[in-house]
């Protein structure tokens, strides 16, 4: 069983000041005023967020039934936005491990897996015995599921209300907040390269390829801070 105790804690975690549950919210907004301006129903708004959580993963979906993609596509396209969330995956598991847990738990959790609730996780985890971490993360995955949800919805009611501007202003909430939070933990040569290398390159590679510039960008940063933390150490 899930103890109550931890998993409380967990969820209580979005309240803090600093959490990007906000962010999350307004962002989500968006996406729920968006999904009814593309003629998706209430219904199909929240089954969105429900099984997707995502908020590139669902304008991707969006994106692509607008310009009419095909299911298998859409799903390819959708696949790849959230393969972004692996190394999240790999760099938390570690901390949530312990043999007194049941794997249920590890396959549960793997839906709640997204930069918010990983950001909260890293930020609050020492404070947490590691054989309850994982009580710890299924809630604080639960609270940033259940702001998406509910964010969803109310943009979907307040959709009418929102002019273009205000929906995209709503929209980069989320990433400028991410950058902040990037900014704020750059205390190694990796990350600090990886990070100021990426917002110049993604910008001039922009210019050879829009559609791919975000990836090669990313990739070639990602490679040169590597070669720089291996070459002159952290």
Not at 136 to 160: C, E, K, M, N, R
Not at 202 to 217: A, D, M, R, T
């Amino acid at each position: 069983m899930i103890n109550p105790k931890y998993f409380l804690k967990g969820v209580l975690c979005s309240r803090k000041f600093d959490s990007p549950a906000i962010a999350l919210g307004a962002s989500f907004i968006a996406i729920g005023a968006l999904l009814k301006n593309l003629g998706f129903t209430i219904q199909e708004s929240i089954f969105s967020t429900f099984l997707t959580y995502a908020l590139p993963g669902s304008l991707v979906m969006a994106e692509s039934m607008l310009i009419g993609a095909s299911l298998i596509n859409i799903f390819l396209a959708v696949w790849l936005v959230n393969s972004r969330l692996y190394p999240m995956t790999v760099s938390i598991m570690p901390l949530l491990k312990h043999e007194s847990q049941p794997r249920w738990k590890y396959y549960l959790s793997c839906h709640f897996v997204a930069v918010s609730s990983w950001l909260i996780l890293k930020s609050n985890y020492e404070e947490i015995e590691k054989n309850y971490r994982i009580d710890f993360w299924i809630g604080i995955g639960t609270a940033t599921w259940l702001i998406a949800i509910f964010s969803t919805v109310l943009g979907y009611y307040a959709a009418d209300f929102l002019n273009k501007d205000m929906i995209i202003g709503l929209t980069i909430v989320n990433p400028i907040y991410f950058m902040c939070a990037m900014i704020g933990v750059m205390k190694t040569i990796q990350l600090s390269s990886a990070i100021l290398l990426g917002a110049i390159l993604g910008p001039i590679f922009y210019f050879i390829s829009p559609e791919w510039s975000v990836l090669i960008g990313g990739v070639v940063a990602g490679t040169v801070a590597y070669l720089i933390g291996e070459t002159y150490g952290n």
